[in-house]
T-cell receptor, first 115, second 111 residues
Framework: NAGVMQNPRHLVRRRGQEARLRCSPM?????VYWYRQLPEEGLKFMVY????????ESGMPKERFSAEFPKEGPSILRIQQVVRGDSAAYFC?????????????FGPGTRLTVL | DQQVKQNSPSLSVQEGRISILNCDYT??????FLWYKKYPAEGPTFLIS?????DKNEDGRFTVFLNKSAKHLSLHIVPSQPGDSAVYFC??????????FGAGTQVVVTP
């Protein structure tokens, strides 16, 4: 049973370009969470999704960021018109049930560098 | 606002001794707490968790203690081993499962 997969592992973008980060949850997991880790900081929650639904996006910046988890395929975190401050490690986690009943398993992360 | 705090950014401990990592939280609505271990360039790995209805959970060398009245939890690792050298994150979950993480504690286990 493969773990949570994220790709690409490293992504370099120039200011103004778009970044697309993909996350394939573990088999059988329908809960997906995205977190961002800025340098020298802990992980910060961004968004919680279930299949085709955004449950909680309170941690998402209001502009340029969006997330989806379609019925088929991976979850996508999309950052439009990237700026240098978007440079961070973005982690995806999945769980079979909501946390409190099941722990979250993390992917290896995507390291985004904005030039 | 930082709802989960790990006030010690680093901890150095001798191999074979006990490592004690501390974590404080401010939101009384948190009802599930987790510890994660993270190596550089990897995602966090789940270590151990505790529900708010318990005050202790043990798994091998790892024990987590929860003091709800003080809004404080701690992770004990005994005996500490060189492979335990990593960053440890405390996390608290709300009813949706959204995790709030502390800033992490870098543990270094010396021979």
């Amino acid at each position: 049973n493969a773990g949570v997969m994220q790709n690409p592992r490293h992504l370099v973008r120039r200011r103004g370009q778009e970044a697309r980060l993909r996350c394939s949850p573990m088999k059988g997991h329908s809960h997906v969470y995205w977190y961002r880790q800025l340098p020298e900081e802990g992980l910060k929650f961004m968004v919680y999704l279930q299949k085709e639904n955004i449950i909680d996006e309170s941690g998402m910046p209001k502009e340029r960021f969006s997330a989806e988890f379609p019925k088929e395929g991976p979850s996508i975190l999309r950052i439009q018109q990237v700026v240098r401050g978007d440079s961070a490690a973005y982690f995806c986690a999945s769980s079979k049930l909501a946390v409190g009943l099941d722990e979250q398993f993390f992917g290896p992360g995507t390291r985004l560098t904005v030039l | 606002d930082q709802q989960v705090k790990q006030n010690s950014p680093s901890l150095s401990v001798q191999e074979g001794r006990i490592s004690i990592l501390n974590c404080d939280y401010t939101n009384s609505m948190f009802d599930y707490f987790l510890w994660y271990k993270k190596y550089p360039a990897e995602g966090p790995t789940f270590l151990i968790s505790i529900s708010s209805i318990k005050d202790k959970n043990e798994d091998g060398r790892f024990t987590v203690f929860l003091n709800k009245s003080a809004k404080h939890l701690s992770l004990h690792i005994v005996p500490s081993q060189p492979g335990d050298s990593a960053v440890y994150f405390c996390a608290a979950a709300d009813s949706w499962g959204k995790l709030q993480f502390g800033a992490g504690t870098q543990v270094v286990v010396t021979p």
